[in-house]
């Protein structure tokens, strides 16, 4: 899903840099979508969302089973 959201804002990234040249270096001087920056963006897109998912996940599983059911009721 991170990878699938990475992938959406690339594929907008580029619109933008293309139509809203003056708008986009206002902004965010000296901004340039290369090949580079287009694989820095997924890589972390794709590293927060596995660390997103791996942590909960982690926690969840040092959890004793019996005990939480127990907990809720």
Same mark, same amino acid.
């Not at 206002?26 to 596995?50: C, K």
């Given at each position: 899903?991170s990878?699938?959201? *990475?992938?959406?804002g690339?594929?907008?990234?580029?619109?933008?840099?293309?139509?809203?040249?003056?708008?986009?270096?206002?902004y965010?001087? *000296?901004?340039?979508?290369?090949?580079?920056t287009?694989?820095?963006?997924?890589a972390?897109s794709?590293?927060?969302?596995l660390?997103? *998912?791996?942590?909960?996940?982690?926690?969840a599983?040092?959890?004793?089973?019996?005990s939480?059911l127990?907990?809720?009721?």
């Amino acid at each position: 899903m991170s990878l699938v959201g *990475g992938l959406l804002g690339l594929a907008l990234s580029f619109p933008a840099v293309i139509f809203f040249p003056s708008e986009v270096t206002q902004y965010f001087p *000296g901004l340039e979508v290369s090949r580079t920056t287009a694989l820095v963006g997924l890589a972390v897109s794709l590293a927060v969302g596995l660390l997103a *998912g791996i942590i909960p996940a982690c926690q969840a599983s040092r959890v004793q089973i019996a005990s939480a059911l127990r907990k809720v009721g």
